[in-house]
């Protein structure tokens, strides 16, 4: 396959607001003990909802992590947003952010839901180093940051009113479905251009994982591009399967994805230690 693509390239990264463009090539990670994933290519638009499927420890998580700039790999190459991986790791964690990511992203549980977006709001605008940002008065930050929190509860579709308690509810009470959703909402308040979210279909009942891929579609359709972890991938969503040789192919758009070399989970236990330590 040739390089990425033109747009890709162009695309800096640094002003815009839209979904940041994935270009895949080639690329794979070995771990202490042996291959995490190998071989990995797709081209993903601006927007795209895309799904990394495959079974439990078959690298699904780390290449997630691997293309949100958390983790290097060690063969091929992708280009997020611009951005060169794995030489510009910094950068592409600038314009991603982590939904609910196991071992990386986990919620408070002892938290209210109140108290664990406040946290997140007071981090998010403390490292938002950004000039415009400094040279913003305390008041005009907090009315932005009041303005994101709402936006993006609205995008997750998280209703606090609706919660048993309100936001008096503690994270550990949560909905499975309720809990991504709070997961989401955390991630969207960065405004990213790539959201990742890990084990979307994990532990719900066919009409929540509807309405789970309903709220991925949405915030994909907004113009953040979407990378999810699963099963089973929705339909229309540009697939990547993992824990073995096969082809994908994008909706109508004869992209192919291809990913192989089925894993073990100490591989996968490894590569998010390496994660962490990021």
Known sequence: MGGAPEESRADDGSQSRGGAGVHAEGLGLDGARGEVFRDVAFD???????????????????LLLALTGRM???AGHAVVGGHRLPAELAAVRRISALGAVPGVTDLEPALSVAEQLREQVLLQRRFDGSLRALLTSPSRRAAVSRTRLDASLTAAGLD????PKGPRTRVRDLERLESLRLSVAIG??????????????????ED??????ALLRSVASAGTTVLAVCSEAPEGALVVRTGAQQDATAAGEGRHARESGPTTE????????EAGRA
């Open 44 to 62: 993903a638009a601006p927007g795209s909802l895309v799904a990394l499927e495959g079974p439990s420890g078959s690298g699904r998580t780390c």
């Open 72 to 74: 290097k790999t060690t």
């Open 160 to 163: 606090l009113a609706s919660l």
């Open 188 to 205: 969207l308040l960065g405004e990213p251009r790539l959201l990742a979210v890990d084990d979307v279909d994990l532990k719900l009942a």
């Open 208 to 213: 929540e994982r509807e309405q789970a891929w």
């Open 266 to 273: 100490g591989d996968a236990a490894d590569a998010l230690a």
